[in-house]
């Protein structure tokens, strides 16, 4: 039986401008509008729909999902399937930053002893958050390329990239109320630049760029500020400094 847009927004959980707008773009169209102007749901759109929120949680763009459930090789089923593998990852994470959480509070009362490798359990930067910032900075193409070789990479590289990542980016904390034009803070630099060009290419002014998103993003912000307060600007002058002293003259 079809349903009006007012029906599907309380069903669902989301506003009526919101489906609106998934018509407007082409995103979402309605099996069926009325004379009067009514849009009517179908089945396959409220499958559909689920399919957009499902791709929509785990941090894909609008454009990008029209793209994906546009090409005439979608596979629903499939798409299903990836959904739950990287749901359950993303369980397994926040499992274990829980279980991180409950030790930190634990060691805080004096009740256990937690090492510095411990207090960083279950961070992962390995997987970029912010994938939409990225492509719309740097375009899908380096993006997708990272992504991809990330994809090739094994399961132990993987982790050994994030151990990688991690490490660096408390090496920069523990130098983050120095100046970060020092010979210490421009090697560690150094090695973080190194790090993203495994994983991607980033010129010298992408690299610079991404440092001023550090800050000029609250989420980038927040994200990096978890191993110590004001790490995210530190490494932004940092970066823009490597940089322009890299760059040729």
Known sequence: MAMKVKEVADLVGISVRTLHYYDEIGLLTPEETTEAGYRLYSDRNLEMLQQILFFKELGFPLKKIKEIISDPSFDRKKALELHR????????????????????????????????????????????????????????????????????????????????????????????????????????????????????????DAFKGLGQLYVDDERFTKNIDRFGEGLAQFMCEAMAIFA?????S
């Not at 970060?180 to 150094?190: F, G, L, M, N, T």
């Not at 322009?244 to 040729?248: A, E, S, W």
């Open 85 to 204: 593998k990287r749901l359950v990852e993303k369980r397994r994470q926040l499992d274990q930053m829980i279980a991180t959480i409950d030790k930190t509070i634990q060691h805080m009362e004096g009740e256990i002893e937690m090492s510095k490798k411990e207090m960083f359990e279950g961070f992962d930067f390995s997987q970029n958050p912010y994938e939409q910032e990225a492509r719309e900075r740097w375009g899908d193409d380096a993006v997708d390329k990272a992504n991809a070789k990330i994809g090739k990479m094994s399961k132990e590289d993987q982790k050994k990239l994030a151990d990688d990542m991690n490490a660096i980016y408390q090496h920069l904390a523990s130098l983050r109320h120095g100046a970060p034009d020092s010979d210490e803070a421009q090697a560690a630099i150094k090695e973080w630049y190194n790090l993203l060009n495994q994983i991607g290419h980033y010129s010298l």
């Open 244 to 248: 322009d002293k890299n760059k040729p």
